[in-house]
């Protein structure tokens, strides 16, 4: 089984319904589908739409072969949302954690397959010393408990997504440069750390423990040329089902956003 994760940094611009630009390049192709005809993932779960379902061309809304679920942004249009696509229709689909200001914003989509959960999740962006920062850390919290509730069952649990935050200094090109900077916060790593604690595995870092590996770039000064990036797309497994982990990869040489997707595969 082929699981991705991808932020599209804009579902409309990557599906060609809006124009797509990079550089003086500007284009309409359909990036996503395009991807998903070459990888067949058997579920991939995409973050930051910014868009309601409303508001997507109807033949653009989910690709031929899957069943589709959408989380938009209640309080605000065009803002956050996420999308998963599956081949394997889930025996049951929640769109939250049961709290508003968290579940208001369209950031999540828990997925029960039966042999495992799965979480495509947009974790928020913080800001130093802003509100926004607090928000972010309850909502790492608030995601910890659910997966703590399923882990307390027995269940297998994937969580996919941007969690906006570099785990470690190889996670980020220039981690003492970024030191005060959100998405790389004392505090917030430390947030992070918690769902190592209780007993999350970072695939990818299974299979490729060395540095230089990113899975976002700023659109500024060439950054993604010259690999000056940042790492906080993960997917983390509970322990229980790591060693059914077959294989973990990136994939930078995606284009169509500022994050590239992640892929882990699965043998169940």
């Given at each position: ?18 124009k797509?630009?990079r550089?003086?390049?500007v ?9 998903i005809e ?6 991939i779960?995409?973050?930051e739409?910014?868009?309601?379902i409303?508001?997507?061309?109807e033949?653009l ?18 803002y ?13 689909i929640?769109?939250?954690v049961g709290?508003p ?25 913080g800001?130093?010393?802003?509100p926004r920062?607090?928000?972010k850390?309850?909502f ?5 408990d659910?997966?703590k ?7 297998a ?15 980020l ?9 959100s998405g ?7 947030k ?9 595995v ?7 423990p060395?540095g ?5 770039w ?7 040329a ?6 906080i ?9 790591m ?12 284009l ?7 892929v882990?595969?699965v043998?169940l």
């Amino acid at each position: 089984m082929k699981i991705v994760s991808w932020n599209i940094n804009g579902y409309r611009a990557i599906t060609g319904q809006n124009k797509s630009q990079r550089r003086d390049v500007v284009t309409f192709e359909n990036k996503l589908f395009k991807f998903i005809e070459d990888e067949a993932p058997d579920i991939i779960g995409v973050q930051e739409t910014k868009a309601d379902i409303e508001q997507i061309a109807e033949h653009l809304r989910i690709p031929v072969g899957y069943e589709g679920y959408y989380n938009s942004c209640k309080v605000k249009k065009g803002y956050s949302g996420v999308a998963v696509f599956t081949k394997i229709k889930p025996k049951d689909i929640k769109f939250g954690v049961g709290t508003p200001k968290f579940d208001d914003e369209g950031r999540i989509i828990e997925a029960d397959y039966g042999s495992f959960v799965h979480f495509n999740i947009y974790f928020p962006k913080g800001y130093t010393d802003d509100p926004r920062l607090y928000y972010k850390l309850e909502f790492y919290d608030a995601i910890l408990d659910r997966c703590k509730s399923l882990m307390s069952e027995g269940r297998a649990v994937i969580v996919s997504g941007d969690y906006n935050t570099a785990r470690t200094e190889i996670d980020l090109a220039n981690p003492k440069e970024n030191e005060n900077t959100s998405g790389f916060l004392k505090v917030e790593r430390e947030k992070l750390e918690e769902f190592f604690d209780a007993g999350f595995v970072d695939a990818y870092r299974k299979f490729v423990p060395e540095g230089g590996n990113y899975t976002w770039w700023s659109n500024r000064a060439n950054a993604r040329a010259r690999n000056i990036g940042w790492r906080i797309d993960y997917q983390l497994v509970t322990e229980n089902l790591m060693p059914k982990v077959a294989d973990a990869k990136q994939m930078p040489e995606v284009l169509g956003s500022d994050h590239c997707p992640i892929v882990i595969e699965v043998d169940l």
